[in-house]
């Protein structure tokens, strides 16, 4: 907080925030304007964001960043576990936590098993049947399309 007032500052732009304009995620605050993918700058709400070396992106550039990690042999950098047991893991589909129980896993990415399906034809999927292309998960048919 500053030390004359105003609230905290926004991580985005740097003014302060206050309550009627706030976000909170990841134990900061940003005005709402400010709250968006920093990728893509696709507008987001605390429902669809993943954070990304401490940075909000939406799921699907989180996802596409993510995959450089592990491409480099470096680890991820979710957020840690919550009290609810999901390890910080958004889904890139919807964008909610996904939990072990209800887990699908395609290039390092998980998924929850009713969002696992074909970006094309929206058949569901499994680890024999997806194919990834660009950050997205296909049905190998349709993979073969792009």
């Avoid at 709402?32 to 990304?52: G, M, P």
């Avoid at 960043?65 to 958004?90: E, I, R, T, V």
């Avoid at 929850?112 to 929206?122: G, I």
């Amino acid at each position: 907080m500053s030390q004359f007032g105003g609230g905290p500052k926004c991580p985005k732009c740097g003014k302060s925030v206050y309550f009627s304009d706030e976000v909170k995620a990841e134990g900061r605050k940003w005005h709402k304007q400010c709250f968006k993918c920093t990728k893509c700058n696709k507008s987001l709400d605390i429902s669809n964001v993943s954070f990304y070396k401490e940075n909000p992106h939406c799921p699907p550039c989180k996802r596409e960043l993510s995959q450089f990690d592990f491409a480099d042999g470096g680890g991820s950098s979710d957020q840690g576990p919550s009290k609810y047991g999901a390890a910080g893991n958004a889904c890139p589909v919807c964008g909610k936590a996904v939990y072990f129980a209800e887990e699908k896993v395609a290039a390092g990415t998980k998924f929850h098993k009713m969002c696992f399906k074909c970006q094309a034809c929206n058949i569901m999927l499994d680890s024999s049947t997806v194919a990834v292309h660009e950050g997205h998960i296909f049905c190998k048919s349709c993979h073969k399309r792009k």
